[in-house]
């Protein structure tokens, strides 16, 4: 059944200003889900329930405005969402203004979209993919590292290509380690690349020791973040560090070459936890988001977080502190873009052989690697030197 409504004063959600005819549906099911999870409000044996006092179609399903008696408020709600979204099966956002807004997404992803160069402000800002309420853009220099995780065949080095690809034309040097060594070699002119592991191991150390140098830059110039040293005109390149499935690095993926995979893990935890104001960025991708390869330490320094489906409810809720990535349709490039919210999003797709293209003939994005030098002697057995290979 249909019925006529009209919405106003929405402009700034980008919502329809004219009479709408909405399908009845998802008011009346929300309905029987407040009253079925006991969000009413109950005086002196009196129900007083939500009321639906406004509702609107978007370009993505349903901004309902909402009345809510009192005694609710909207953790109450919040609490609720799971079972809300399940009941509607779309996805739902709130907010809270003089009354209750509630978003609901009731139209459908497309599975593909293709990449495209945005043209956007910021420092090194980047689209994420699309979400039901268009294209989701962040800045990488605004959350300081970004975790990539999902199984097989998710999308993940998909997501990276595309990543770089719109961080190449904008002050950055790229580092790139693929210990798979094919996918990445590509970029092996614009950034400094490394598959082996001692190779890794001096391009973590260079980095480590460039942000104890900008480190004391910063305080003789009295500033705190990159960001506002650039303000005072110095130039400073960021550093983005990329690594495709870092569990090749981790010690406890493997026996084998462990004490340069705890070096490798120590000056990666360094860099996480130190690095973030300094203009130095980390993008992890792993296929295998469990506690050993990804314990609380490091996850902790990671805010944002694209995360593709994954093979259970554990490796979800690592990533995610839920179970959202498990459940995931198994659509390529679909995946859970966590920031301040989760939001579900379709990734744009770049294959290599158009990421090579777009890459410039000559590159400002490639760091100097520094030049090898004999390796230090061991102070005391267990160090390791660093040879290069
Ligand atoms: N955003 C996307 N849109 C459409 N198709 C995609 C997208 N991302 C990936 N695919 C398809 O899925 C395939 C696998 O993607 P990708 O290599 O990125 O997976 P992965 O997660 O890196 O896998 P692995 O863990 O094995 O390295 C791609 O070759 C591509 O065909
Ligand atoms: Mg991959």
């Known amino acids: 059944m249909l019925f006529e409504i009209t919405c106003f004063g929405l402009g700034a959600l980008g919502l329809a200003s004219t009479a709408v005819k909405l399908p009845e549906n998802h008011v009346t099911k929300l309905q029987k889900v407040f009253e079925n999870t006991g969000l009413v409000a109950k005086v002196n044996g009196t129900v007083h329930r939500p009321r639906v006092i406004k509702k609107c179609r978007t370009e993505y399903g349903l901004h309902l405005t909402i009345k809510l008696p009192a005694g609710l408020c909207m953790t109450d709600f919040l609490k609720r969402q799971e079972e809300i979204e399940d009941y509607l099966n779309c996805e739902v956002d709130m907010e809270m203004k003089k009354h209750l807004h509630m978003y609901l997404y009731t139209h459908e992803l497309k599975g593909y979209y293709p990449f495209k160069m945005a043209d956007l402000e910021g420092e090194l800002p980047f689209v994420v993919g699309y979400s039901k309420e268009g294209r989701l853009t962040a800045d990488l220099a605004e959350f300081p590292h970004l975790l990539v995780a999902g199984e ?134 792993t296929q295998r988001p469990d506690r050993d390869i990804l314990p609380g330490q490091l996850k902790a320094n990671i805010p944002a977080t ?72 061991p102070k005391k057995e267990g160090d390791i030197p660093i040879i290069s290979q």
């Not at 961080?167 to 400094?192: C, G, S, T």
Request: include cysteine; aromatic fraction near 10%; proline fraction near 4%.
């Open 152 to 285: 097989t065949y998710g999308g993940k080095s998909v997501f990276l290509h595309q990543l770089i690809a719109q961080l190449m034309p904008h002050n950055v040097k790229l580092f790139v380690i693929d210990r798979a060594r094919v996918e990445f070699a590509y970029l092996q002119n614009h950034a400094w690349f490394e598959h082996t592991m001692s190779g890794s191991i001096k391009m973590l150390q260079y980095l480590e020791n460039e942000m104890k140098k900008r480190m004391e830059i910063f305080v003789k110039a009295g500033v705190e973040k990159i960001q506002e040293y650039h303000k005072k005109g110095y130039n400073l390149p960021y550093y983005v560090l990329v690594i495709d499935e870092f569990s090749q690095l981790s010690p406890k993926l493997n026996k084998d070459e462990k004490k340069q995979r705890e070096t490798a893990h120590s000056h990666l935890v360094n860099l996480l936890c130190l690095a973030r104001k300094v203009g130095i960025h980390v993008v992890l991708a």
């Open 306 to 377: 694209v995360c593709f489906k994954v093979r259970n409810e554990v490796n979800s809720r690592i990533c995610l502190d839920n179970d959202k990535a498990y459940y995931l349709p198994r659509i390529k490039g679909h995946a859970i873009y966590q920031f301040d919210k989760d939001r579900r999003i379709q990734v744009m797709h770049l294959d290599v052989s158009k990421a090579r293209k777009l890459l410039p003939e000559t590159t400002k994005t490639k760091p100097q690697k520094p030049a090898d030098k004999k390796p230090p002697k």
